[in-house]
């Protein structure tokens, strides 16, 4: 019986033993292509695309592996797990390997956008991955990671299990290489102690050179191995025509090697084998502890995805994979599952932990209708969910990739501080040379290893981590608070803000609008005409239309409504204009019926006033500590309502605001804010459709998570609980950012300032040197773990 390739379908012939383990079982393939071809698939972790494909593929070309594992990413199929598509661009989160500093994210984005059809790419040395967008019609996602590879890094779309196995397989090399390098160091440290103290004065001089050739032996691995990641680097930035942080780490112990072995060859001089040891040692144990601190910063929102769990239950009792789930797809949860998609509930209640989302403890009642969101924790009921988004656009999701953005986009400072550590390494080399032709005149024995103290004591590599870590730092422990940066200057600009601007209903207020009272001037009767704004108000998305909602009746339907936003809606029935909205504009310039004060909402027919409502929506609990916290730090507080009624002065009262603008349109708000003096920068809270335009035009911006889609996608930030006491935190979180980051910047540049005179005096013994820069940078990357803390 003939067997078919499980890669191509084509039969495979009797001689060929080739199989790859897929799914669980052993497959065959006809060739060696199309056997690289399937481990590539298998080993990057895309097994799924034989899974849910929909035909066999074409018959795999043998051709290198590296490039056929790139070709692949340009599946349109495979591509569905990561790729995200808008307005004809497409989007990517990329893990990086082999970037150690800011040197290695500037020469990846500056090479790259010499790339035809790159429309933007940002890299964050701190999680070690990359933002990448770029225009499908003109380039192809391989040809992009080729060119990330040509530089000498390995990059391919960002999966949490994946970047994890990475890890740990990089702290393995980096452990067995310290481990070599300490053996070498005790070995080589041992013979050298001897020497310097004479303890073999009386021995002939083919002995002593005989240990040099012993302490050659051992430095030997050291240097070909052990220090091989300082090379790499330092090449990679040599051969980019720029200067990173290996580069005078490299050079010293080049140089180094090169004298002592000259030494030992010619007998001659003195030589340096356990500087090179000791060197190496030490730059790989600062390089380790602070790798472990970078990965506990950038752990956070990496550890989110893992939330989701593996397997989802299909109402028809399927089992499948969750990160296959679509849309429209309806699964079974049971109590204290995770929920394994984003969806709506259509059966079923219970209470759901959202804390890992939100930030807030205590778990909220879900019932029918309600929006629940992968990785939050099912507690006490049987719940059926209907899929509303995949994997690819679930909360969670976007919650990692805007982190990674607003990450990625880099304040003024840090590439002030980036610049100023490129020029820095240009510098130390010149100290540096100009230091060894000054001692080899003064004193030639002692010119290298002075030399050495000066490239490896002054390497500016805590320079380099100051910002980015503390940033990466805030931006998790912001996530854990509940709030969502989708901005890179959200930290930077919170600390400068003197002008508090916020919405009423839905902010300072809960959003839960209810009608208390209704008037009829017509021949209606109250139901029919709660009906009747029913079925207008559900063509809006604002909490006053949700007030409305339980009145709805179908007999009462309306064509060709419109909304206009901040005024109102109309619509027509049976040839007559309806209007519900602010009184102006539901009278559409007719005088009022009497009564007419405290009606916020007004139902007319052909300009004929209909009925008119008063609603009510309770203050929010700390409304008042949230005003009175901004009050304390000398910020103005001023309410922004679109509301004219006498609800938006009770409340303005009530929180005691510094000012009051009611029956503000969206274009009036966004005049009020443009209004403000220059040296005023604002923090402006909204959540409606009619906050969108002040949302995008302040300098600072807040959505609440409970607000419409365009409020969310037009802030800087959201809010994803109701507790308006997490702004405070934000602020009080930023400024002591602001604080780590000076200093970690005073520190480096004060250490270095320190140091480089010492140095170049000859007063750094190469140890001593090697231990500085290490401590240096250590110290940096832990100062900025204290914003990590509850306390921060």
Known sequence: MTTSCYHCGDPVPHDTHLTVDILGTARSMCCPGCHAVASTIVDSGLTSYYEYRTATADKADLIPQQLQSLALYDNEEIQQDFVRTSDNTNEVTLSLEGVSCAACAWLIERQLKRETGLVNIRVNTTTHRALLSWNPEQTKLSTLLSAIHRLGYKAAPFEADNQEQHYHNTMKSYLYRLGIAGLASMQVMMLAVALYFEVFGDLDESFRNYFRWVSLLFATPVLLYSALPFYLNAWRNLKARTLGMDVPVSIALIFAYVASFYATVTTKGEVFFESISMFTFFLLIGRYLEMRARRKAAAASANLLKLIPAMANLVDGRQIAAKSLKTGDVVTVLPGESLPADGVIVAGHSVIDESMLTGEPLPVRRSKDDTVFAGTINGDGNLTVKVTQDRQHSLISNIIRLQDEAQATKPKIAEVADVVARYFVAVILIIAAGTWLYWHQVKPDDALWITLAVLVATCPCALSLATPTALTCATSRLGRLGILLRRGHVLETLCNVNQLVIDKTGTLTEGNVRVIQTVCFDSYDETEVLSIAAELERFANHPIARAFSGYRNSAFSFDEVENEIGFGLKGMREGNEWRIGKQAFALNGENAPSPDQGFQVWLTCNGKAIAAFQLDDPIRHDSQSLVSAFQAEGIQVTML????????????????????????????????????????????????????????????????????????????????????????????????????????????????????????????????????????????????????????
Do not use: C, F
């Not at 365009?710 to 602020?731: C, F, P, Q, T």
């Not at 250490?751 to 090697?770: D, H, M, Q, R």
């Not at 290490?774 to 100062?783: D, E, H, L, P, R």
């Open 641 to 792: 309502t679109g509301d004219n009624s006498d609800n938006a002065a009770r409340v303005a009262k009530t929180l005691s605001v510094d000012k009051l603008i009611s029956g503000a349109t969206p274009q009036g708000k966004l005049d009020y804010l443009n209004s403000l003096a220059k040296d005023q920068v604002a923090l402006m809270i909204g959540d409606g459709v009619n906050d969108a335009p002040v949302l995008a035009g302040a300098h600072l911006s807040l959505a609440m998570g409970g607000g419409t889609d365009v409020a969310k996608s037009s802030a800087d930030m959201v809010l994803l609980g109701d507790h308006l006491n997490r702004v405070l935190e934000a602020r009080r979180l930023a400024m002591k950012t602001k604080k780590i980051i000076r200093e970690n910047l005073s520190w480096a540049l004060g250490y270095n300032l320190v140091i480089l005179p010492l140095a170049v005096a000859g007063l750094v013994a190469p140890y001593i040197a090697v231990l500085g820069m290490s401590a240096s940078s250590i110290i940096v990357v832990s100062n900025s773990l204290r914003l990590l803390k509850e306390d921060g």
